[in-house]
């Protein structure tokens, strides 16, 4: 089975925009026409967002249709406060069996802001079933603090803790347990504390970008975060991980595009997009 997964910073809906910043009524349309264009036809999408405002999470909801469902709270008071990262998914192709939200921090039970973090910050961990072939898949989006370098560092351990639990955690045989993916803007190129965490040889943790070669790779796979325009150093920031499994295949990665003739950028971030290959029939138990 071939699962697409995509994950986009679509920027805040800022009442003043930076400049070379257009508001988001003006964003939307074209951002919700890209992630239409890479989603149509392939049903067992997943879509990890960042930095999405309510009205925002509404937006989407309308421009991507009722065939697709989300999961994720926002990270202020577990509604609708704050800045969310959802996971959107096909309700026609996946049940969701299990969810939650957790913050990054020492409590993560409850919203709360952790170390020496900015900003509430959250993870959304979704376990997903498919309808047809009742292979399960386990998706997180996530994004760090943009100041807190410690918090960043000790939001890496947390992910990986969560994911393994999950990961162990689905019941079944070895062999049953659902492929781990993990997407978001975590504020650390590869050479800061918090990517080198992740990515440590014991987590089994893989950048999906690594494991597809450079010349099947679409795109600049070196810039995922651009700004409006301005001096702000360009740079990738914005990663898919995926736990390291033989039964699993990565096929493609790109980096789209966010910008284009009319000069006028979906967000701040590009979308990540890669297709990997998994069972059809990695099913698990859940609860």
């Not at 960042?50 to 937006?59: A, F, K, N, R, Y």
């Not at 999961?71 to 309700?91: C, M, N, W």
Request: with cysteine.
């Amino acid at each position: 089975m071939l699962v697409r997964l995509i994950t986009f910073n679509i920027r805040y809906a800022a009442t003043t925009p930076y400049p070379g910043e257009e508001l988001w009524s003006v964003r939307y349309p074209k951002l919700c026409a890209q992630l239409n264009f890479i989603t149509t036809g392939l049903p067992s999408a997943f879509i990890c967002l960042q930095e999405v405002l309510h009205s925002q999470l509404t937006d989407i909801e309308s421009g991507l249709g009722q065939s697709w469902d989300h999961i994720g709270q926002g990270r202020d008071d577990g509604k609708t406060a704050g800045e969310f990262s959802p996971v959107f998914f096909r309700s026609d192709t996946w049940i969701c069996t299990r969810n939650q939200t957790l913050w990054l921090s020492e409590t993560p039970d409850t919203p709360s802001k952790g170390w020496d973090a900015d900003l509430n910050r959250v993870v959304t961990v979704g376990l997903f079933q498919h309808k047809d072939t009742g292979t399960s898949v386990l998706v997180m989006s996530t994004h760090f603090d943009h100041r807190g370098e410690k918090a960043r560092e000790e939001s890496a351990k947390l992910l990986v803790k969560i994911a393994h639990t999950w990961y162990h955690d689905t019941g079944g045989e070895q062999e049953n347990q659902p492929p781990v993916f993990l997407g978001g803007d975590f504020n650390s190129t590869p050479d800061g504390k918090a990517y080198k965490q992740i990515t440590l040889p014991e987590t089994g943790m893989k950048d999906i970008r690594d494991l597809v070669a450079k010349e099947k790779r679409y795109g600049n796979d070196e810039i995922t975060y651009t700004s409006f325009g301005g001096e702000e150093r360009q740079t990738r920031i914005d990663f898919l991980f995926t736990l390291e499994s033989p039964d699993i295949t990565p096929r493609t990665f790109a980096i789209l595009p966010n910008r284009f003739d009319d000069g006028i950028a979906l967000s701040d971030h590009r979308a990540v997009v890669a297709d990997v290959e998994i069972p059809a029939h990695a099913k698990s138990g859940s609860r």
